[in-house]
């Protein structure tokens, strides 16, 4: 008589269970199939403004509309032009200094072009910073019209990568604005010369903006022994500075924006931005990687169409049942070009940024545990439970960041609106370490849709979607908690 009862109690418990299983509207032949497009050899790579690109612009904006998305208040369809200016490297450049020479492509790289041949003094303005309320005037006494400028590089705040792409613009400006010709700056990051080369040497893009041909020249010079400095810290030694510019052109990307109104009276005024790029690096020489004339194509299956795929099943989830707040769901381009696309809507907002509550990017480098994600801003907001959850549901346990000295928070498009004041982290694919089985396929061209394990994108892409419900559907006011309180507005 024992066992039959609790034989039935058994049963009763087993069925509660299963009826509490949670319904996502979308499976993983689904999913395989998004992936198979977005990463397939057909798209060459998605990169900014490619042909490729516009197709997976094409194809995500036409699943949305079919989900029931909405393009944005006042916009037709989902599509956020941006207009850029794709430079290629210059064609020479080279820096001498008596019997020193710098040449592109070794231990000089030019950032900022412009066709330029001067032989005048260099003078050192240590970080070349101005600041009168925190008394900091760097160029103090120091005459640098018609000069160039030697600066160390990065800002008051430090040489970190962020930092230092910070404080770019502003150091041009202030050089500039006291007549320089050129501003040069001594390559100090921990991030290596190799990776900024590869970066920053290679054709690139940026937003077009009004003619900068009045601009000065810009870049930096690796330190060697002898020391740049050394040679050029109170001497004001001649030097003689000779660059031919690159050809340029203007090209026009896409963003996807669309947007699922939410169903609480009150709370649907406030967004829930969810967030991924879809671009990747190209083929052959643009990809940054090796190839064969067999397999040129960086498809990006990791990189990040699994992201593109997440956000797809998440923007399909909601919009089929809408949680209480909104959520505005945005497809990025450009990030591989440094995060322009994210930067651009951070800029020119479809929604005031003011509506915007959190932001929960999704966006890796690939994964090497099918039992974990990663939460890069893990400990930042008051989310963490949230996020946690959604991956329990269905069998993945949350890790924070894998590699804290990589500045991964950085690197991704949560820290463009991070940086407007908007609660932002990212969640990734699971890695426990960034080891070899990262590396073999991270901007590589064997990072192809036929290498993943499908089983593991479907839980990815619950654990993304259920994220998103719960935050959206959040009692009380999302946050920034600790030491992320420095990007509240």
């Known amino acids: 008589m024992k066992k039959s009862c609790i034989a039935f109690l058994l049963m009763v418990c087993t069925a509660q269970v299963f009826s509490q299983e949670i319904k996502f509207n979308f499976t993983k032949p689904e999913l395989e199939a998004h992936l ?58 080279k820096l001498t200094i008596g019997n020193t020479n710098f040449k592109i492509g070794d231990n ?25 309320a925190l008394g900091i005037d760097d160029y103090k006494g120091l005459d640098v019209k018609g000069k160039i400028v030697l600066t160390i590089i990065g800002s008051p705040d430090g040489n970190s990568p962020n930092a230092v792409f910070q404080s770019m613009a502003q150091k041009q400006k202030f050089a500039a604005d006291r007549g320089a010709v050129a501003l040069l700056e ?61 050809d340029s052109k203007s090209l026009d990307a896409l963003n996807i924006v669309g947007v699922i109104e939410g169903t609480d009276e009150l709370l649907k005024n406030e967004f829930v931005l969810l967030s991924a790029h879809y671009d990747h690096v190209g083929v052959g020489k643009q990809g940054g990687g090796a190839y064969t004339a067999q397999d040129s194509i960086f498809n990006g299956a990791r990189d990040n169409g699994i992201g593109t795929v997440a956000l797809m099943a998440a923007a399909k989830d909601l919009a089929a049942n809408p949680p209480k707040r909104s959520v505005l769901v945005l497809a990025c381009t450009a990030e591989e070009m440094g995060l322009l696309g994210s930067q651009w809507y951070a800029d020119h907002p479809m929604i ?18 099918t039992k974990h994600f990663n939460l890069i801003g893990m400990g930042m907001t008051n989310t963490d439970a949230e996020l946690k959850k959604a991956g329990q549901q269905v069998g993945l346990t949350m890790l924070g960041d894998p590699a804290p000295e990589q500045n991964l928070y950085e690197r991704s498009d949560n820290i463009s609106f991070a940086r407007k004041g908007i609660p932002a982290v990212d969640m990734a694919p699971g890695i426990t370490e960034m080891n070899e089985e990262i590396y073999k396929n991270y901007h590589q061209v064997t990072d192809n849709p036929g290498t993943i394990d499908y089983d593991y994108l479907l839980k990815f892409c619950q654990a993304y979607t259920l994220a998103a419900r719960l935050i959206a559907d959040k009692t009380g006011k999302i946050e920034w908690i600790g030491e992320a309180k420095i990007f509240e507005k």
Do not use: C
């Open 108 to 132: 000089l790289l030019i950032i900022n072009e412009k066709n330029i041949d001067t032989k005048t003094e260099i003078v050192f303005a240590g970080s070349g910073w101005v600041d009168e």
């Open 352 to 369: 005031p940024l003011d509506k915007m509550v959190f932001n929960l990017n999704t966006d890796g480098a690939g994964y090497n545990s």
């Open 186 to 246: 001594a390559y100090r990051m921990a991030l290596p010369w190799q990776i900024a080369q590869s970066f920053f040497g290679k054709e690139r893009m940026e937003i077009a903006t009004p003619d900068s041909s009045g601009t000065l020249l810009y870049g930096w010079v690796r330190e060697e022994n002898p020391g740049i400095m050394t040679m050029v810290n109170g001497i004001n030694p001649i030097a003689h500075l000779q660059v031919e510019r690159g």
């Open 36 to 93: 198979m497009y977005i990463a397939s050899d057909e798209l060459a790579g998605r990169r900014t403004a490619s042909a490729g690109e516009r197709l997976a612009a094409e194809y995500i904006a036409l699943h949305l509309e079919n989900y029931g998305v909405k393009p944005a208040p006042g916009e037709a369809d989902f599509f956020q032009k941006i207009p850029f200016t794709n430079f290629l490297p210059p064609k020479t450049a």
